[in-house]
């Protein structure tokens, strides 16, 4: 028995070491790929036979791709549209989770049924909207549709504020607490991973979004996110002489989510999982 549990255990790690290799091959690709110095868009080999600082530099060099201000464009973006978001998931979810009022359970289905509908749905009706307030072309414009559907995504904050004790709100209010101390005195310290974890998505969202940016700032160049930005370097006309660029761009957009969940992992794990107020 003891043998059979050995053998299970490595092949389960076998596997698991195999499912690693596949996953990482593609990223390890884009990497050597970003330092490559000769041959176009498609070679034969894996490994460079030379390796340059080129591709990076030409990134912040060049007029034509002004990768510099696509970067810039997006961390403005996914900023302002972090905080927003998250300010109106955590106070949506809070008032779902402590306040009883009429109707409460209707609207609680309603916001699941919307929420099982893509957002690209309503993109043309989107920018119709916005055309109309004069917005499209405009980086604000970009910010208010992320945050806008911010207050449907309040589900798993939701879960994590039920598990916080209502005895804590009641304890409070006897000592004379107001329903602002309650909130941001108590509750909110105790509710750091969901915050985290609501913080992250919301950044994310913004910084890998390429459907609503597209649409919204059409050919604004200038205005462009980096998603927008590196795929125009994929043009037929341009691909050959642009795409170890495109992959160094790939790379370095990667930098920030990837030490974001490295600083937050444990925070947004506990998020994912729901936490709890022992």
Not at 16 to 25: E, G, M, P, Q, R
Not at 91 to 104: G, N, P
Not at 115 to 134: D, Q, T
């Amino acid at each position: 028995m003891k043998n059979k549990k050995q053998l299970r255990l490595t092949m389960v790690y076998v596997t698991l070491i195999i499912l690693s290799i596949i996953w990482l091959f593609p990223i390890v690709w884009v990497v050597l790929t970003s330092f490559r110095g000769e041959g176009t868009a498609y070679v034969t080999y894996f490994i460079p036979k030379t390796f340059t600082l080129d591709n990076y530099i030409k990134l912040f060099t060049s007029s034509s791709f002004p990768f510099g201000r696509w970067f810039l464009n997006t961390l403005f973006v996914a900023s302002a549209t972090c905080v927003l978001s998250t300010f109106i998931t955590v106070a949506m979810a809070y008032s779902l989770s402590r306040i009883k009022f009429k109707f409460r359970n209707h609207f609680l289905k309603l916001a699941l049924i919307l929420n099982m509908f893509p957002g690209f749905m309503s993109m043309i009706a989107v920018y119709y909207i916005l055309k109309a307030l004069g917005l499209t072309q405009t980086l604000t414009s970009l910010i208010l549709v992320y945050s806008a559907g911010a207050a449907l995504t309040f589900y798993i904050a939701k879960g994590f504020f039920d598990t916080i004790p209502y005895s804590l709100d009641e304890s409070a209010m006897i000592d004379g607490a107001t329903r602002m101390d309650i909130f941001f005195k108590i509750t909110l310290p105790l509710s750091k991973p969901i915050i985290v974890y609501t913080a992250l998505l919301a950044f994310m969202g913004p910084w890998v979004d390429f459907i609503f940016a597209q649409v919204i700032l059409g050919d604004a160049t200038n205005k462009y996110t980096v998603a927008i930005g590196l795929f125009s370097m994929l043009q037929p006309d341009t691909i050959n002489e642009w795409f170890m660029a495109f992959t160094a761009g790939s790379v370095l957009i990667a930098i920030p989510i990837t030490l974001l969940f490295m600083f937050m992992q444990k925070y947004y794990v506990e998020g994912i999982t729901g936490g709890s107020v022992k």
